[in-house]
């Protein structure tokens, strides 16, 4: 985790903070009925998350498109939504009740109309803004390692437009900025390792890259929720390693026991797509694009100071 993290904080008040602002005693959270939110709760951080808060007990109401998921969530004891962020009906129904709101959005693999612009710029304002009028007590943004408004990825840049209205919202906010997830590129570089003995490395696959275990995010906003020290922090969760996707590839292939060759996307196919791509196929466009940046920008972090267990990458498993 990055070096803003704060290792140990002020005791976390019981209470909700609307119940202490009308004088009411509250011996716990569950008390006075606290919900939290988890908008994007069924993705690939939002599931642990939830599981997470659930296993504390905490009251869990997740909003999804995922109508199946839906039904397994309330299966598990939590509250679901099926509903869409960019609608604002269905956003001040998932808020109400809240003392909480956690988003763990992303339009990173949306379609048209689903991308970072509408998703995490424009659908995180929504619900900032849903957790303004309902009086939330607490909002938790997940963004992106280097979100910035002169990123190369919109992704990122659309991130940071989000954290500016989190900021002057006049909420309680943490904003947690995580490296790239390894179980994401897990699933990518070794989709075909088990079925052709091919790991796939996008790019020349020789420019170190510092990566997190999704788990370890959501360890961070877990306790984000519950330790009053994290708010008003921007916190960098990054992970114990720089890796190259060729030395994961290598890794990915040795785990599985069996013989297999690495194949490289070249960088310039890389460009080209990202660019032919766009008009029709948005998402694979951004994914071509990530790519061309994580191979030619400078993605390492060597100022780690975790206050929780590592989760290290040198023994990476596919899911």
């Not at 990173?108 to 659908?123: E, T």
């Not at 570089?189 to 696959?205: E, F, K, N, S, T």
């Not at 969760?237 to 994961?248: E, I, K, M, R, S």
């Not at 194949?263 to 994914?287: D, N």
Request: glycine share 10%; charged share 20%; net charge positive.
């Amino acid at each position: 985790m990055g070096k803003v993290l704060p290792g140990t904080g002020r005791p976390i008040r019981r209470g909700c903070q609307r119940c202490r602002r009308a004088g009411q005693r509250a011996k716990t959270t569950q008390q006075c009925s606290a919900m939290i939110l988890v908008a994007g709760g069924t993705g690939t951080l939002g599931t642990k998350v939830v599981s997470l808060l659930l296993a504390r007990g905490d009251g869990v109401r997740v909003l999804t498109r995922d109508a199946l998921r839906a039904d397994d969530l309330r299966g598990r004891g939590a509250d679901a939504i099926v509903g869409d962020i960019r609608d604002s009906a269905t956003i001040e129904a998932a808020v109400s009740g809240c003392t909480t709101v956690i988003s763990a959005l992303h339009g990173f693999i949306g379609g048209r109309g689903a991308g970072p612009a509408a998703i995490d710029r424009d659908g995180n304002r929504s619900l900032i803004r849903a957790a303004v009028a309902g009086n939330v007590d607490h909002a938790i943004l997940m963004s992106a390692h280097g979100a910035a408004p002169d990123s190369p990825m919109s992704l990122h840049r659309m991130k940071y437009a989000a954290e500016q209205t989190l900021v002057g919202s006049g909420l309680d906010w943490t904003i947690i900025r995580s490296v790239p997830f390894l179980d994401t590129w897990i699933g990518v570089i070794g989709a075909h390792i088990a079925d052709q003995g091919r790991a796939l490395v996008p790019g020349r696959g020789d420019n170190p890259i510092n990566f997190v275990s999704v788990n370890e995010v959501a360890t961070v906003i877990d306790r984000s929720v519950h330790d009053r020290a994290f708010r008003g922090r921007i916190v960098d969760v990054t992970g114990p390693d720089n890796l190259t996707f060729t030395a994961l590839a290598r890794q990915l292939i040795e785990a599985s026991g069996k013989p297999g060759q690495i194949a490289h996307i070249p960088l310039t196919a890389l460009r080209v797509m990202s660019v032919l791509a766009r008009p029709v196929a948005p998402a694979f466009a951004r994914k071509a694009h990530a790519a061309v940046v994580m191979n030619t920008t400078d993605m390492t972090v060597n100022d780690r100071a975790s206050a929780l267990p590592p989760t290290s990458n040198s023994s990476p498993r596919q899911p």
